[in-house]
Structures are given as C-alpha cells and as structure tokens.
C-alpha cells in the first residue's frame, strides 16, 4: 500500500526566506504527486502535481516541486515565502484504481511566517 | 466553474445521534471521494464513487457508516451511532476520473463535533 512521510510537524520562515517542505512516498508502480495547501478552515487547494515527464514541477503561487524517484521524494519549494503562505501543507501520492486514483495524504506540515 | 458543494458546513451533536453529510461534486465529474480529516492529521480516505460505483471503501466504518451516490451525481455520507472519535471535518472531492491526471477539487468540507 502507498504511503507519505512529512518529517517536519512545524516549519518556521521569516517572510521573505525560501522555503523548502520535505516529502517522502512509498509506492511500487510510478507514482502521481500532489501537493495541496490548506488553510485554517478551508478545504484543501492543489498547488501542483506530478504525473510524468520534467521531474521538476511548476505550481501555483510561486511553488515548486522536484520528483526525485532516487530518493523516493517530492519536495515543495518556494524561493521567497510571503506571510500569506501561512497554512498546512499536505503532500499525497496516488494509486490507480478504478478508473481514477486515490490519493494518500500524509499528515501535513504547518508553515508558520514570521515578519 | 461552481466548486464542490457541501452542507451542512457545521454540525454539533451527541454520542449515539445520527447526522448525515452531503456533496454535490462539480458537473460532469464522474469520481467522487469522502475523506475524513481529524485534527492535526491528514485527510483519510474513508469511500471512493466512480459514477454510482464503489471504488474504494475499505477505511469506511461499515458498522456506523453508510454513503450512497444516487444516480452518479449527488452523494450522502451518514453516521449512526455517532461516536466521540468521530468528531473531524468530512471532506468531499471530485474529479473527471481517468489516468490523465485530473485534478481533483475539495469542497470546503462539514465540521463535526460529537459531544
């Protein structure tokens, strides 16, 4: 069964710093990435996914993300974070299935902004 | 494009009470998913439509709860007996379907508190 880790429970940045979220997946067939960012009482937005080809991904709201299938990791990226950027961010790998795919959640990282 | 529609946003009841959730995806999405998010954790799985089929239901508490997607469009999530664990946000997704890598919206999902 597909799995993520997200290391880091907390991250905190002074506004105007990159950030880099740490993401590890485990999964046995070539795996979809996702990355989605949630706010305080909102549902979850899609920042970008992977499905194939260029290994590094472009999203919303400046975001990055490099697929490193070596590594087994998906990590999110932002070269100046913004105190609009505060939020939880969940990583998800999906596994086909029935037409579709299901994505896993891992259990998200809380980015704190500070001014 | 209207976005994946929830209601009711909020709920509080107690233990052994039933209450019932329910999503209208966005049009012409043929996959459909409920996840149940906990706080501080990420979304889990708990059903997956394709159409009015079952994907996936095997994290669905089949002892208390029940979804149905009626004719492949609106769906209904219900819980009876609530317990106190089952206190989460019930989040419900929808996308075209498909390998192709559809990007799969949240609605801004129902808050549950048992007590």
């Known amino acids: 069964a597909q799995s993520v880790t997200q290391p880091d429970i907390h991250i905190t940045v002074s506004e105007g710093a990159s950030l880099e979220l740490r993401c590890n997946y485990s999964?046995?067939?070539?795996?979809?990435l996702f990355w989605y960012v949630q706010s305080p009482g909102q549902g979850l937005q899609l920042l970008l996914k992977?499905?194939?080809?260029?290994?590094l991904v472009q999203g919303i709201k400046g975001f990055e993300a490099e697929f490193k299938r070596s590594q087994s990791s998906f990590n999110l990226r932002k070269p100046s974070v913004h105190w609009s950027d505060a939020a939880e961010y969940f990583c998800?790998?999906?596994?086909?299935?029935?037409?579709?795919?299901?994505?896993?959640f891992g259990r998200g990282t809380s980015l704190i902004v500070h001014p | 494009e209207a976005g994946v529609a929830q209601s009711p946003r909020y709920k509080i009841i107690e233990k052994r009470q039933s209450v019932a959730f329910w999503c209208n995806p966005i049009?012409?999405?043929?996959?459909l998913y409920w996840y149940q998010q906990i706080l501080g954790q990420g979304p889990k799985l708990l059903i997956q439509?394709?159409?009015?089929?079952?994907?996936?239901d095997s994290q669905l508490p089949k002892d208390r709860f029940s979804a149905e997607r009626l004719k492949g469009v609106d769906s209904t999530l219900k819980i009876q007996p609530a317990k106190l664990e089952d206190s989460a946000v019930y989040l419900c997704?929808?996308?075209?379907?498909?390998?192709?890598?559809?990007?799969?919206?949240f609605g801004e999902g129902s808050w549950l508190t048992v007590v």
């Open positions: 997704a929808s996308s075209l379907g498909g390998y192709s890598g559809n990007t799969i919206y």
């Open positions: 999964y046995g067939a070539t795996p979809y």
């Open positions: 992977y499905f194939s080809g260029d290994t």
């Open positions: 998800a790998v999906g596994a086909r299935a029935g037409g579709s795919y299901i994505p896993t």
């Open positions: 049009s012409g999405h043929a996959t």
């Open positions: 439509f394709q159409n009015n089929g079952v994907v996936d």
